[in-house]
């Protein structure tokens, strides 16, 4: 399911570089430590998957409809680069937290251990795909039914042999990323193996340090906190098409949702895969399940291709839900505030040199992954035919803990990768990774 990992390559030095958030020419120095936080609040599926010590796909299934630990789960991960090397020894750096964020007085930020021979960010090694059978069919916006034109069919036959149907990939929504080992002459991040997590009442309100060996002291004050947990809920409808309305959450931005779904053969085989998505754009992957700036919502939400923030309902076509009558996974995100920092501040004469020492941003998003069809605990099922349905208003639920790191996507890409062996995985956005930062 969704858990998947791109970064962007930082610019280095003193050319153009992006500073907390804001765009400046070439007069301006490169910070010397650059700090990611990224606050996602996962519910339902999610949450299981991210809850899960053990057990497989049935233990996730439990916890999220239901199960014990099926609520909403926290995910925090913390990312520090810098120019510099250690001084004193190995790198060394920690994240003293406010007392309410309730991981003791500070988390460690790890450094990857470099193998003889190998780069921080080798890609993992080769695996054999066995190629999928059937078709793919694609469908996008909300509707009661699909409009003509869809689907769009992936035969996988024709795709392995060279007929990739043309301008299925965009690259309209960004993957944002600076920070990486590759980017950095030293890096470090957490979660890793130091056995914290965050707890279903943690707070990150408050002052934050980072200190370390190998960057400027960093220190900074939070204002937004996590997000509430997002409870959809789903009503069919008489014309075979399904309802999808959710809680509003007061700080998002944006909401967008994909589903991914298919049925049988009768054989023991899926047949058809079918894949939807809420943009009215045709867009799919790229920075959709990722941490997503406001100012690139804003962007999105004026294209369409991510709903508005006042928007609280989605009906998925007649067309979809009959194309994938046995299993239909539905993922819902919010993406949420942005919060920036940068020492020393920009001058306020424009012509004055500037070299910041450190900047700081923390992006939030909130999600929750269910099955159509399924009780309530990830997404609930009523068999109201009306779109007057009740839901759950306003209300935003209690959140907790971790958490698989979550960029980008990969399903559909690994799919594809498998059926022409490995050819379009990357213009599909199919070499997800998901990990402990460590």
């Known amino acids: 399911m969704t858990a998947h990992a791109f970064r962007l390559i930082a610019l280095a030095g003193t050319a153009s570089v992006v500073v907390a958030g804001v765009g400046y020419s070439a007069q301006i120095a490169a910070p010397i430590a650059r700090y990611e936080m990224r606050a996602g609040t996962m519910a339902g599926l999610m949450a299981g998957m991210a809850g899960m010590k053990g057990g497989g796909m049935g233990a996730a299934l439990g916890m999220a409809f239901g199960g014990k630990g099926g609520g909403p789960q926290h995910e925090f991960i913390l990312e520090l680069g810098s120019s510099r090397t250690p001084t004193?020894?190995?790198?060394?750096?920690?994240?003293?937290m406010p007392a309410g964020a309730k991981l003791g007085a500070s988390v460690p930020l790890k450094t990857p251990v470099i193998e003889l021979g190998k780069r921080y960010d080798e890609p993992p090694e080769k695996?054999?795909?066995?190629?999928?059978?059937?078709?793919?069919?694609?469908?996008w916006g909300c509707g009661e039914h699909a409009p003509a034109g869809q689907p769009?069919?992936?035969?996988?036959?024709?795709?392995?042999?060279?007929?990739?149907?043309?301008?299925?990939?965009?690259?309209?929504?960004?993957?944002?990323?600076?920070?990486?080992?590759?980017?950095?002459?030293?890096?470090?991040?957490?979660?890793?193996?130091?056995?914290?997590?965050?707890?279903?009442?943690?707070?990150?309100?408050?002052?934050?340090?980072?200190?370390?060996?190998?960057s400027p002291e960093i220190n900074f004050t939070l204002t937004k906190d996590f997000m509430g947990a997002l409870k959809p809920a789903t009503y069919p409808q008489p014309s075979g098409a399904i309802l999808l309305r959710w809680n509003p959450l007061t700080d998002a931005t944006g909401y967008h949702a994909s589903l991914f779904g298919g049925k049988s053969t009768g054989k023991g085989e899926m047949g058809d895969i079918v894949w939807w998505s809420s943009s009215s754009t045709r867009e799919f992957g790229g920075g959709l399940s990722d941490w997503l700036a406001p100012k690139t919502v804003g962007r999105l939400v004026a294209a369409k291709t991510v709903l508005a923030?006042?928007?609280?309902?989605?009906?998925?076509?007649?067309?979809?839900?009959?194309?994938?009558?046995?299993?239909?996974?539905?993922?819902?995100?919010?993406?949420?505030?942005?919060?920036?920092?940068?020492?020393?501040?920009?001058?306020?004469?424009?012509?004055?040199?500037?070299k910041p020492e450190w900047t700081a941003q923390i992006r939030h998003r909130s999600m929750n992954g269910f099955l159509l069809g399924m009780p309530e605990g990830g997404g609930r099922s009523s068999k109201r035919g009306s779109n007057n349905g009740s839901s759950n208003g306003s209300e935003q639920n209690e959140e907790c803990k971790p958490r698989p790191k979550k960029r980008g996507f990969g399903g559909l890409g690994g799919l594809l990768g498998g059926a022409i062996g490995g050819a379009v995985s990357g213009a599909a956005g199919g070499s997800g990774e998901s990990g402990d930062g460590c």
């Open 309 to 354: 923030p006042a928007t609280t309902t989605c009906m998925i076509p007649a067309e979809v839900k009959a194309a994938a009558p046995e299993f239909a996974m539905t993922n819902l995100y919010a993406y949420g505030p942005q919060e920036d920092f940068v020492y020393p501040p920009r001058p306020a004469n424009p012509k004055t040199p500037w």
């Open 152 to 214: 769009i069919v992936i035969d996988f036959s024709k795709i392995a042999a060279g007929q990739m149907p043309p301008g299925l990939w965009t690259s309209a929504v960004p993957m944002e990323r600076s920070i990486s080992p590759s980017s950095s002459k030293t890096y470090g991040s957490w979660p890793n193996d130091d056995q914290k997590t965050v707890k279903t009442d943690s707070s990150l309100l408050g002052a934050h340090r980072i200190v370390g060996n190998y």
């Open 88 to 96: 004193g020894g190995p790198p060394k750096a920690d994240h003293f």
């Open 127 to 139: 695996r054999d795909f066995q190629r999928p059978k059937g078709r793919i069919l694609i469908f």
